[in-house]
């Protein structure tokens, strides 16, 4: 339901403006627009993605790097904090290329493409394929050139 109200019913004072002004910029600026942690990195060149992330002071054996089902978790654990990052990758990305290299307090992952799938020919056959009968307790189905048969 269309409900009109007219223009006069607005509180248009320098207060009511000041007001939803603060409301905006504190929605921008609030707690939920920027986790707390390092901040990773994205760029692409030529395809290949590679996230930096610097962990100022946290020791190679702390960093870790993981790869499931077309996610890569980037991880850091020292002096009982731990961070950690997600990334969702996409169908362009080679999951097995995936490499890092962690020097001087900087984490360097790099993604390369995955290689174009190739055209192949599919043979086509000119034969009747054949459907063996199943049997289900108490009804087979055979299957034969088109034609079915219960019994």
Known sequence: MLVRRPLTSFDLSPAAFDRTFQQLVAGLSGPTSRRPGPVVRASSTGGTLT????????????????VADR??????????????HRSRLGTQYDLDSVSANYVDGRLTVTVGTAPAAEARKIAVSTTAAVVEAVESGEATAEVAAGEVSEG
């Open 71 to 84: 996610v890569l978790t980037l991880q850091a654990a020292h002096n009982g904090s731990t961070w950690s």
């Open 51 to 66: 996230l930096t992330v610097d962990l100022p002071g946290v020791p190679a054996e702390a960093v870790g790097v993981e």
